[in-house]
């Protein structure tokens, strides 16, 4: 480990971490700290948009961003492997094929599928992970189509789409699905009214961090699309066939079925030794676990604690990209021997598509969105977060600009 400067290594290029690593080279010299950047990958994705990967309603490439389109390897080490294991006490990251020291860390390894546990779940159901998995779910489904129509006694509930777990990404995710199968009914000459595209959901509710009138409006256009919302429906069990649903054990089937249902924290954490809660490891208000001086754990990987709420924030991409900022300048205070800051949250809003041209959001303390001007604030809240990682460039790169 360099003795004379300090070494600032960050792990994931999410959000979090990307964004963390480019602040990094504005707050800090080359001669004030060396800056590492572990991936496995050489490219970020928009994790937002894997909802429309997964439906095909994008290419997996427009999701995708090179690295080093946002920030110079001639000032941050790239490295690309994988994070095996987190050894605290020597400062030392053991990766695939190599290990690598460090003075200070930066965890923001980003998030793993859910299942709660429920049977069969992680058998039998896709998981909207990252772009390999999202594109192996468009390719699957796009494959019940092509399967039905090429062949004889293909039963039509080969057709049907089972979307387990009702919050963000399975509402967006029902959304596309809902622009997308009209597309695939035409291209393979199948009648709409034998493809059924369920929603499934535990919770009395969707979409819960929406106010009664957004989530009916929500309700009513998927429906009038045609999406089943079976809300307080539990999930007990996952079968190749489908779901097994409700205290009557009804048996959904589906040739596709995707879960949606919760996140945590990537397992690295775990097998590292961090003491998790609900999957993730807490943080205090400087966005450090308790106890420790040299690390930082962001993103998908922590719980940040909202004290006005008395709850932790839910993870967002706005979110991590403010704690990335925090964390550059906190890191930048302990090399320089000042006082580090608290994170404190500006919400700018929330937004959800509903497909490509209607969506729900709040805005602006409050503002309501629907319909088309939710549709277009979601791409204006894309862009922009394209624009905070890799500035205009990369917005007129990979922005979203398709008319309604």
């Not at 994705?45 to 290419?59: F, K, P, R, S």
């Not at 690309?80 to 860390?105: F, M």
């Not at 009038?224 to 054990?249: H, P, Q």
């Not at 208000?285 to 922590?302: A, N, T």
Request: charged residues 25%; aromatic residues 8%; glycine residues 8%.
């Amino acid at each position: 480990m360099s003795t004379s400067i300090p070494k600032i290594v960050v792990l994931g290029a999410g959000y979090a971490g990307l964004t963390t690593a480019k602040r990094l080279t504005k707050q800090l010299t080359a001669e004030q700290a060396e800056i590492v950047l572990v991936n496995k990958h050489n490219y970020h994705y928009e994790t937002t948009w894997l909802h429309e990967v997964a439906a095909g309603t994008i290419n997996p490439n427009q999701a995708r961003v090179m690295i080093s389109d946002v920030v110079s390897p001639n000032r941050v080490r790239l490295v690309y492997d994988s994070v095996v294991k987190i050894n605290k006490d020597e400062k030392r990251v053991v990766l695939e094929n190599s290990e690598i020291e460090y003075d200070y860390l930066v965890v923001a390894l980003g998030f793993e599928s859910n299942d709660f546990g429920i049977k069969g779940m992680a058998e039998h159901a896709f998981a909207i992970e990252d772009i390999d998995s999202s594109r192996l779910i468009s390719e699957h489904i796009e494959y019940q189509f092509a399967k039905y129509n090429n062949e004889e006694n293909v039963s039509e509930e080969s057709l049907n789409i089972l979307v387990g777990g009702a919050g963000f990404t399975g509402i967006e995710f029902v959304g596309e699905l809902a622009q997308k199968v009209p597309e695939l009914c035409k291209k393979y000459d199948i009648d709409r009214s034998k493809v059924r595209i369920i929603n499934v959901e535990a919770a009395p509710s969707i979409l819960p961090m929406f106010d009664k009138e957004l989530v009916d409006y929500a309700k009513k256009s998927l429906e009038d699309r045609g999406v089943e919302l079976k809300i307080g429906a539990a999930i007990s069990e996952a079968t190749s066939e489908g779901f097994v649903v409700g205290d009557d054990k009804e048996l959904i089937k589906a040739g596709t079925i995707v879960w949606t249902g919760g996140v945590k924290a990537s397992s690295v954490l775990g097998e590292s030794g961090f003491e998790l809660v609900k999957g993730k490891v807490n943080v205090n208000s400087d966005l450090r676990p308790e106890g420790v001086e040299d690390m930082f754990v962001i993103g998908d990987c922590s719980w940040v604690w909202n004290k006005e709420a008395d709850r932790p924030y839910p993870s967002t991409a706005q979110l991590a990209m403010q704690e990335a900022d925090v964390v550059a300048a906190n890191l930048k205070s302990l090399i320089t021997n000042q006082p580090v800051e608290e994170f404190v949250f500006s919400d700018k809003g929330t937004v959800a598509s509903l497909g490509h041209s209607d969506g729900i959001g709040n805005v602006m303390s409050g503002y309501k969105l629907s319909g088309k001007s939710a549709a277009a604030m979601k791409k204006v809240v894309d862009n922009r977060s394209l624009f905070l990682l890799g500035g205009a460039k990369l917005v007129l790169k990979k922005g979203k600009f398709r008319p309604f």
